[in-house]
């Protein structure tokens, strides 16, 4: 598994630690497409290589600064190149939903792999019954793509809605967390396919939330993080249980996943 | 126009109340509009009145030494705003304020303890759904506590 070289086509900075890079084939070689859900080890040369979902397609990555890779990868200026593998693991299941309400639930930077589905959904809109968008984040200062978000929310076809945790008093939004959106999110629960996307545990608020409407467990779909690092279902660092995340995830619904992430210790 | 009793019937922590409970909360409320900006309580007052949100948003704010106001939770249309015209010492803990045109229905809390003392399965029911009210804020808060969205991924 040779890292093909793609160079950064543009850099866009989304919040105070999180960039949103643009890639592009740096010679005749191409990695194959990907599907909204699934990821790409990203190799900073000289540093290392870091799972990083695919936040549009093509090939757009938004990565937020957290360790030695993931900021130089951050620190990547137009023209440099990179090392990408992929595409990896399972996708979101768009064309399951057909058909039914869905809704997409997230919060800080798990909007970045949410956001292909978002795409997919608007540009195929015909094919999807109610379109709910709940998103939240620290600060309004901290939320991805702001003005992508105004755009969607312009529409007359999609629900918006946007739930930060402290702001100033000149926000006229919500302040609150975003599981308290989802009681009054106009879905059919019978109906509905949801997919969350966000750290572990307000994923599983947003599940408790979602069956406290009715949605069942098999219609709610999550991506989970673990520390990657083949991609490629050899090393076992990314398992939980007899998962492999890399390979078999990330993206799982609900009840294939629930009994394992209620073992403390896996 | 509505009535204040069918008014009541909307709200969700009065719904399934009976008549009779829903007449004697009437007698205590009275509609009333607020535009942007308006207050609708002010931190550490007399805590006479509180709140069934029917349409707009209000800001929860307190004000921080060198940053300002803070808004700490949006209510909306459905909620209810202030419990603490049921505890001693009755006084508000933060300011309320519409973010926009805000209608309500206003509750005179003095009143309402009165008549809940008077009739104690008025009271019990009162506060079985305000404490369902407070438990979910209460929940809510500690998520918030969390940080959830702060947590570093691991990928």
Redesign the interface.
């Known amino acids: 598994m040779v890292p093909v070289s793609y160079r950064v086509a543009s850099r866009r900075r989304e919040t105070h630690d999180s960039w949103t890079l643009e890639l592009e084939p740096a010679g005749d070689a191409a990695v194959e497409p990907f599907a909204p859900g699934q990821f790409a080890m990203l190799y900073s040369f000289g540093k290392g290589e870091v799972p990083i979902s695919v936040s549009a397609l093509p090939l757009v990555h938004t990565i937020r600064a957290v360790g030695v890779v993931s900021a130089a990868l951050c620190d990547a200026r137009k023209g440099d190149v990179l090392g990408v593998r992929g595409p990896f693991g399972t996708s979101w299941p768009v064309e399951a939903a057909e058909g039914a309400d869905v809704v997409v639930l997230t919060g800080g930077i798990g909007l970045a792999p949410l956001r292909p589905v978002v795409h997919h959904l608007l540009a195929n809109r015909e094919r999807y019954g109610r379109v709910i968008v709940l998103y939240g984040g620290r600060s309004p200062e901290e939320l991805l793509y702001a003005a992508e978000l105004e755009r969607w929310r312009g529409r007359f076809d999609v629900e918006v809605h946007v739930a930060v945790d402290q702001a100033a008093a000149g926000w006229h939004g919500r302040v609150g967390v975003v599981t308290t959106l989802v009681p009054r999110a106009d879905f059919d629960p019978d109906h509905t396919v949801a997919m969350i996307c966000g750290p572990e545990v307000m994923m599983r608020f947003a599940v408790a939330a979602l069956q406290e409407r009715g949605v069942p467990a098999e219609a709610i779909f999550v991506s989970l993080e673990r520390s990657m690092k083949c991609a490629i279902r050899l090393c076992g660092h990314c398992q939980l249980g007899p998962e492999f995340i890399c390979h078999d995830g990330p993206v799982f619904s609900w009840d294939r996943v629930e009994p394992l992430l209620r073992v403390r210790e896996l | 126009m509505q009535t204040i009793d069918e008014l009541l019937a909307d709200i969700d922590v009065f719904q399934g109340l009976s008549d009779e409970h829903l007449d004697l909360i009437a007698g205590c409320a009275l509609n009333r509009s607020f535009a942007a900006g308006d207050r609708l309580l002010t931190e550490n007052e007399q805590a006479n009145t509180f709140f069934a949100i029917r349409h707009g ?1 209000v ?3 307190t004000y921080v030494p060198q940053r ?7 209510l ?1 249309g ?1 909620d209810v705003l202030g419990w603490s015209w049921l505890f001693p010492p009755y006084r508000t803990m933060f300011d309320a ?1 519409a ?2 045109v805000v209608r309500t229905i206003s509750f005179d809390g003095a009143c309402l303890r009165q008549k809940c003392d008077e009739d104690p399965p008025l009271g019990y029911e009162l506060m079985k759904r305000f404490a369902e009210v407070m438990v979910e804020r209460l929940q ?1 808060t500690r ?2 506590l ?10």
Do not use: K, N, S
Request: glycine share 20%.
């Open positions: 948003t800001a929860l704010e300002g106001g803070v808004t700490i939770e949006t909306h459905g304020r973010l926009g809510a998520l918030r969390l940080d959830v969205y702060g947590q570093v991924p691991g990928r």
